[in-house]
């Protein structure tokens, strides 16, 4: 079973940055650096929405049109992490983030949500106006 930790979330101001960290157990490792990896968010009272996503590599990405040019995700195999960068934020930020690891390897960066069958437990952010 793969296990998923994700860290870093928090308040912040409107216009601030935060860094989220999602590190893979060692088990999940193995496979991890042929693994491409998402970002979810899901804000109270609605579904659960793709952000950005990652391919196997690491060399190609995707995002959602409302976080593009202020988020940028980011993966480091030595670590078994995927990071997810996030700039400017807004209000409307504000949601539980999760990473999620798809259910096949050697994918290129996913956008659906039923594409993925590993999920952590999330992190709370908070964009304060």
């Known amino acids: 079973q793969a296990q998923l930790v994700e860290s870093g979330g928090g308040l912040v101001q409107a216009g601030g940055s935060l860094r989220l960290s999602c590190v893979a157990s060692e088990r999940t490792g193995r496979t991890f650096s042929i693994s491409s990896m998402g970002w979810f968010r899901q804000a109270p009272g609605k579904e659960r929405e793709f952000v950005a996503a990652?391919?196997?590599?690491?060399?190609?990405?995707q995002y959602a049109d409302s976080v593009k040019g202020r988020f940028a995700i980011s993966k480091d195999n030595g670590k078994n992490t995927v990071y997810l960068h996030m700039n400017s934020l807004k209000p409307e930020d504000t949601a539980v983030y999760y990473c999620?690891?798809?259910?096949?390897?050697?994918?290129?960066?996913?956008?659906?949500?039923?594409?993925?069958?590993?999920w952590g437990q999330g992190t709370q952010v908070t964009v304060s106006s």
């Open positions: 999620a690891g798809p259910k096949t390897p050697l994918t290129p960066a996913l956008t659906e949500i039923t594409a993925y069958a590993y």
């Open positions: 990652i391919n196997w590599i690491g060399d190609s990405t």
